[in-house]
């Protein structure tokens, strides 16, 4: 943490014309990094970006990543890595975190789990053990964790999902946001370690319009120094989604960080930052390279198929990554089929860097205001190959 | 590959006087690197040392890694590494290699097996399939895999084992050890991709005295440019195999290196290096790493353990490693329990590093002509702590 900085800033810093006017740069002042946007943040929900260190992160040039309220509750606790001095000196990680709050997590991932005014009684999917997450308790834990940025417990709504029961996940969740941002001033708006932290509202509404409107509406009105758009990227379609996100930033502060939660595809990122989003966080890259998937600028390739058996030359013939600079797909693919754990590593820490070029991209792309032009020549290239792919796979 | 380097060389470079005047620094010349011995080497089973990256080694000092021919040869097969250009390019390791001959593997890790005059019949412990040995074949794996230094292919005898079956494999191995240097020579030592290779022998003998002396004998007759003592560690106690050292040893020309097959512990280590040994391979810092047991000069710990749970130290506060510069006991054991990657990681840079560290000791120690006062000092720091833990274990 520099002391000298300022706790929280979010400044525009280049502004798209044209009929994606709404696409824009901007940086990012966090206690413990300085972030250009539209970023993308990988996803550490146990303390660890899987299979990599937090020097390859840094390396890579990530200097914001997300942690899960939800996971490091259960294991190994909030009171711990406070005694640790925080998420950061527990976890080796110099830069900036985000924490979730858990709401996404205790609505999908726990079995029993009962909705109160109060808050949400579950049960670990560890251990079955019981907990129960308040907008104040779920505040408590990331103050605990120690976050840059922290998030207002919500309710994310399946999809599809009736209005009705929209409209009550949605009130629901505004109530919520009131009392976290209540907790949050109280406890002057800093961590159990000391350093300040941002809240972060989240809207939802599901993809109903009047009430993505109203989310949005409510939580503006509460002032917080970035919004998120929550309930997406839970099986809609692309241009439900889309649509959703275009009435919600219509009326979120232009001055203020919009994070688009677990999106995406770097076709849904593209679609997104074209409508307004700064920030990005999804599993897609990690998980997937645990599964021998990796991003090319050709489209997606399995290394496991067939096809790549005797193919000597990189995971990414356009990557200029550590991985590509050294290793064959053939390489990889054996590493996948005896089961060696440098499989997923090599996987994870490409995929990485491919998003982060990506980003990279993106935002020179607004800068010189040619992200049509860039979203385009980026799909046109990403697009044919994932059909090659598809045509070909014999694995 | 560096043309102008003379293919292989040893020399000794330092020899201890007094009561271990027979311990010795020596340098290793390859075609792929200059090795200082006593060396240990690294396990890289299945064309990776598990968990770590090639410039992970390099970073931590290593220049000279081990391969299996068994696992290689059914995964992904000699033949694609060849057409890869070899095992070096294949891995992405630019240091040297070296290739064990399978014949361990194929006593101790096979279901059915026939042994022949010939050779050795095995079924695959992957898929079943059916493989034949032969020195011959055997000779020709390693020459496709491309090592800089190979090994006659041998049986291992168990341990305990009679007499008259170690005299059997003993001599069936002298035989083996005769055809692979003939096919050796035939292949003007040199690897499918063109560069020399050095051929080690293997002396056998299990833990009887004439049979270890008849073997060292008979190998160091066949001129080998090294000599290996295999059928150690395999379950006999210490002192019987320092005794089955101290008689190979006796009887191995002065100037070529010596190799201890699958040794060891610290301790072992220290023991074989005071008796004559230059070089070792384990699989014990790579694997008990991945069971979350690291090295520490004060012994070793399992980061399981309770005790570890708010140990927020390094895991072993006398190193300086890159994990122990960054990360925590407790850290580390919440990755194990949480089964993230980046535990086994972590831990297998550790304990790598440790034993690169103590070799490094060991090979100074030699130098200052203090080599037993070395063993003495590490071993009641290393032995006092293992008791320690062994009386406080509640994990």
Redo the contacts between chains.
């Keep these: 943490m520099a002391p000298d900085r300022p706790p929280f800033a979010f400044t525009v810093t280049a502004r798209a014309s044209g009929p994606h006017g709404i696409a824009r740069c901007g940086r990012l002042t966090l206690p413990h990094a300085v972030v250009e946007t539209p970023v993308f943040m990988p996803v550490g929900t146990?303390?660890?970006v899987?299979?990599?260190?937090?020097?390859e992160l840094t390396e890579i040039g990530y200097a914001l990543i997300l942690g899960n309220t939800y996971h490091l509750h259960l294991?190994?606790g909030e009171a711990?890595i406070a005694?640790?001095?925080g998420l950061h000196r527990?976890?080796?990680w110099d830069g900036a975190l985000l924490t979730d709050s858990g709401g996404y997590q205790v609505f999908s991932l726990t079995g029993l789990r009962r909705i109160g005014a109060d808050g949400v009684q579950f049960q670990s999917h560890i251990d079955g053990s019981r907990h129960v997450f308040t907008p104040e308790s779920v505040m408590q834990v990331q103050r605990d964790l120690g976050a840059d940025i922290v998030m207002a417990f919500d309710e994310c709504a399946p999809y599809p999902c009736a209005p009705e029961y929209a409209r009550e996940a949605l009130e629901r969740t505004h109530r919520w946001a009131a009392r976290c941002r209540e907790a949050y001033d109280q406890a002057g708006r800093r961590a159990t370690g000391g350093w300040p932290q941002a809240l972060f509202g989240i809207t939802q509404g599901s993809i109903f319009r009047d009430l993505r409107e109203e989310s949005a509406r409510a939580l503006a009105a509460l002032d917080f120094p970035g919004y998120a758009i929550g309930g997406l990227a839970v099986g809609e379609d692309a241009p439900l989604r889309c649509d959703a996100i275009v009435w919600t930033v219509a009326l979120l502060p232009f001055e203020k960080p919009r994070y688009l939660m677990g999106v995406g595809t770097p076709a849904d990122i593209l679609d997104a930052v074209a409508r307004g989003v700064d920030m990005f966080d999804c599993v897609l890259p990690t998980r997937n390279a645990r599964n021998a998937q990796v991003f090319t600028a050709r489209g997606p390739i399995n290394l496991r198929n067939l096809r790549f058996?005797?193919d000597?030359g990189p995971l990414d013939p356009e990557c200029d990554c550590?991985v590509c600079r050294?290793?064959?797909r053939?390489?990889a693919r054996?590493?996948f089929?005896?089961n060696?754990?440098?499989g997923?590593?090599?996987a994870t820490y490409h995929n990485l860097y491919f998003y982060h070029r990506l980003m990279a991209g993106i935002r020179d792309a607004i800068r010189a205001d040619r992200l049509e032009a860039f979203r385009e020549a980026f799909l046109q290239q990403y697009r044919r190959s994932e059909e090659e792919e598809q045509n070909s796979d014999e694995a």
Tied chains: 1, 2.
């Design positions: 146990q303390a660890a899987k299979a990599l260190t937090p020097e294991r190994p711990l005694r640790a001095g527990f976890s080796g058996a005797e000597f550590r050294r290793h064959s053939a390489y054996h590493l089929r005896a060696e754990i440098l997923p590593r090599l």
